[in-house]
């Protein structure tokens, strides 16, 4: 069974960075596609960003693209998210995600909150 840890939320000014990790359990970690969503207060949870198996292909959400990379390190069984350029709407708690069949996977959820 896949487990998976979220890490590096934090408080933040607008403007700066953070980097979010995930590591996972298991050992078939490397045959997952990942995921990372976020719940913003108020709102439903939203996708943020995905990265293949291998790492070679990732996509962005619109509202992020240009500002937050996504990265996989399979030898460690974790995938980032690096957060630049932070915006007060980026508050949120941010969540790790695996497709492991029949369900997805989610963290607990790692609290992002940008100060304006």
């Known amino acids: 069974q896949v487990r998976l840890v979220e890490s590096g939320g934090g408080l933040v000014q607008a403007g700066g960075s953070l980097r979010l990790s995930c590591a996972a359990s298991g050992n078939t970690f490397r045959t997952y596609n990942m995921g990372w969503f976020r719940q913003r207060p108020g709102k439903e949870r939203e996708f943020v960003a995905t990265i293949s198996r291998g790492g070679t292909n990732t996509f962005l959400s619109y509202s992020v693209k240009g500002r937050f990379t996504v990265s996989r390190g399979n030898a460690k069984n974790t995938v980032d998210l690096q957060m630049n350029n932070l915006k007060p709407e980026d508050t949120a708690v941010y969540y790790c995600?695996?497709?492991?069949?029949?369900?997805?996977?989610w963290g607990q959820g790692t609290q992002v909150t940008v100060s304006s």
């Open positions: 995600n695996v497709f492991v069949f029949p369900r997805p996977v």
